[in-house]
RNA sequence: GGUCCGUUCGUCUAGGGGUUAGGACGCAUGGUUUUCAUCCAUGUAACAGGGGUUCGAAUCCCCUACGGACUACCA
């Protein structure tokens, strides 16, 4: 009897990983962790019509660019394959007939159609339709037929699902490891179908043979499946099995108003809300993702952690180690959580100033390069290093240091009122020719020089910085004066100069 | 409608019988930076409502309101 950690992250191949599920997959991967466990992940794919091409390979690659990679799956066989449940079909069937045959379960033959029309006349009267024990004798099921009946049909090929024969008010006492104990009377329980026509079981018996197959010891999952938590425990009960411990995680919330964070709320605010970007291959519809928004890793696991957990220190920022040191299931809240995207940009920008340096370099590189620009590595780097603290994203390097490279096209209105006056350009012809005449053009030494020929001509700072900034840079922004006009060199300092001179006169 | 779950600053949250109800994001103000951003400092703002229990309730109990999930041959 192994009493190492096993949990499972079991999503449904059905389209892209909202960051809700990266969420659960988060902390099922540091509970795992935390506890030298292993991390297993399950492919869902149990319903035919809602299969999307290429989802599987997004849920793994997500799964990788997040930094929590899966021990055993699709890919990383361990002793408890396949981990495709379509891969699993032939041990599902064996299982529901062993419910069948010790009374737990029963065919039914009703159809679609008959169903809906129950529904619809039960709807009528205000009142909801259940397949359960207090009609399940009337309705068309192996319970009343005798089994050369049932043989007969079953030879005859008729449709059939199986159902789960659930026991009439009995008081169920579950519990959950963040909610504490929950009471549920199974009078309130329908006969859920264990099996479809298909051939194929339901998400309900294919989770639970499943985890048991695969020793799995805590279930992680959304707040979704609490309502069918008791349907599960009484499955283990059937079977005879031990349950697992259950643990079911709030909700995340869109920014304002209220519900589930959709695509649509994402797309409003100009925040993704998958992974990684997606493009659906029957729609054609595209969803963007945080890796392509230049979000690091980093920051989205660091968001996420916090979203509905905390180590009840005032600590804000955690590497993926020390989130797996202090992560406790029990301080998981019980409560929903609106996802702030001020607060995701301030992780970003964070998570920015501790990237590496010449990986900054090298994305930035990648920029440059489509502008057509030759630049060197070294010189790419004194920039960057410059002008990072300044930025959130890769991105905005480039408008934040474009005077680095590429003289101003144009001059900012608000600043040109401001900084160029109508004796500016006798000045900077004059300021000009000082510089020119320089022959040591180090940031210290113009720095020095430039400070005294002010104060030698009497002039306040302002009159001669404004303006040489605005020629150098268009705008009254960016590094130190003195550090822009050594990079770009002397000969550039004063062709900008000059062409500043002569916009402005 | 039914079942279940939840509710502390605008947001994420700490606190679980006696606290000036703490921190972070945001916002505001000031300082630094002769620019801008960063950075630093200060400020702003909350126990959903009503009943109990108790000397004392944000904290325990009940009710109400509000929010959410589920209620498929989907997961």
Do not use: C
């Not at 960051?19 to 466990?37: C, P, S």
């Not at 009528?124 to 339709?129: C, I």
């Amino acid at each position: 009897m192994s009493t190492s950690v096993r949990v499972r992250f079991a999503p449904s191949p059905t389209g892209p990983l909202h960051i809700g599920g990266l969420r659960t997959a988060l902390y099922n991967y540091l509970f795992a962790k935390k506890h030298q466990g292993t991390f297993v992940l399950r492919i869902e794919d149990t319903d035919q019509n809602r299969f999307v091409e290429g989802a599987e390979d997004y849920i793994v690659e997500s799964l990788n660019w997040s930094g929590i990679p899966y021990d055993e799956g699709p890919g990383k066989e361990g002793e408890f394959g396949p981990y495709k449940q379509s891969l699993r079909k032939d041990i599902y069937k064996n299982y529901v007939d062993e419910l069948i045959n010790n009374g737990r379960a029963y065919y039914a033959f009703d159809t679609t159609e008959s169903l809906q029309k129950l529904r619809e006349e039960a709807e009528a009267n205000g009142e909801k339709f259940a397949y359960g024990p207090q009609n399940r004798l009337s309705l068309d099921n192996s319970l009343k037929l005798s089994s050369e009946d049932l043989q007969k049909r079953l030879d005859a090929n008729e449709a059939y699902v199986i159902r789960f024969k659930t026991s009439p008010a009995q008081k169920l006492f579950l519990k959950d490891e963040i909610r504490g104990h929950i009471e549920v009377d199974t009078s309130v329980l329908d006969d859920k179908i264990l099996f479809k026509a298909d051939g194929l079981p339901t998400y309900h018996m294919a989770n639970i043979v499943d985890d048991h197959l695969m020793e799995i010891t805590h279930v992680i999952r959304g707040e979704e499946w609490l309502p069918s938590l008791p349907l599960h425990v009484a499955l283990y009960e059937a079977f005879g099995w031990e349950p697992p411990k259950f643990a079911h995680l709030p909700l995340i919330l869109k920014p304002n108003g209220k519900g589930k964070l959709s695509k649509r709320d994402g797309d409003k605010l100009g925040i993704p809300v998958f992974p990684l970007e997606w493009k659906d291959p029957k729609t054609g519809s595209e969803a963007a993702g945080y890796r392509e928004g230049g979000y690091l890793p980093e920051t989205l696991i660091n968001t996420l952690a916090l979203l509905g957990w905390n180590d009840a220190t005032e600590k804000e920022f955690y590497k993926i180690e020390e989130l797996i040191d202090r992560f406790e299931l029990k301080r998981v809240h019980k409560s929903g959580a609106k996802f702030d995207p001020e607060k995701l940009k301030w992780f970003q920008q964070h998570y920015l100033q501790e990237a590496d340096l010449d990986f900054l370099v090298k994305e930035y590189e990648e920029i440059l390069k489509e502008k057509n620009l030759q630049t060197e590595t070294e010189y790419v780097k004194e920039v960057v290093s410059t002008i990072r603290e300044r930025a959130v994203f890769v991105d905005d390097f480039w408008e934040l240091s474009s005077f680095y490279f590429v003289a101003p096209s144009e001059f900012n209105k608000k600043s040109s009122k401001k900084a160029w006056k109508t004796t500016t350009s006798e000045l900077m012809t004059e300021f000009a020719e000082f510089l020119s005449g320089l022959k040591d053009f180090s940031e210290e030494n113009l720095e020095k020089e430039i400070k005294n020929w002010i104060t030698s001509h009497e002039l306040g700072f302002g009159k001669v910085m404004q303006p040489l900034r605005l020629s150098l840079v268009g705008a009254m922004q960016g590094p130190s004066v003195f550090h822009i006009a050594t990079s770009i060199g002397q000969e550039e300092t004063l062709k900008r100069l000059k062409t500043a001179i002569n916009h402005f006169s």
